[in-house]
Nanobody, 119 residues
């Protein structure tokens, strides 16, 4: 069974840092793009950061310069390093990955991990 398992969320004070991890497991042939999305209460889910299999990245304007996405292809894992966190970063963070299983590519989502930035 193919799945994405996230970890690393929690409560942090403004200005603090967190690192999220997302590991893909199962009968995966390869992984294309991976990314992190977030959804705050009452708001739509939005892209935070994404990374291609070749390492190209893009970020939401609101997190540029503060967040860093990177991946370890040997471990099928993507990470999101979040620095200088602000209360407006509070949200449920979801991992997303485009996984090749067999001959087809599928869009998978993790279960979400809560990030709360508060003093």
């Amino acid at each position: 069974q193919v799945q994405l398992v996230e970890s690393g969320g929690g409560l942090v004070q403004p200005g603090g840092s967190l690192r999220l991890s997302c590991a893909a497991s199962g009968s995966i042939r390869s992984i294309n793009a991976m990314g992190w999305y977030r959804q705050a209460p009452g708001k739509q889910r939005e892209l935070v950061a994404a990374i291609t299999s070749g390492g190209s990245t893009n970020y939401a304007d609101s997190v540029k310069g503060r967040f860093n996405i990177f991946r370890n292809n040997a471990k099928n894992t993507v990470y999101l390093r979040m620095n200088s966190l602000k209360p407006e970063d509070t949200a449920l963070y979801y991992c997303n990955a485009h996984l090749v299983v067999g001959r087809d590519e599928y869009d998978y989502w993790g279960q979400g991990t809560q990030v709360t930035v508060s003093s």
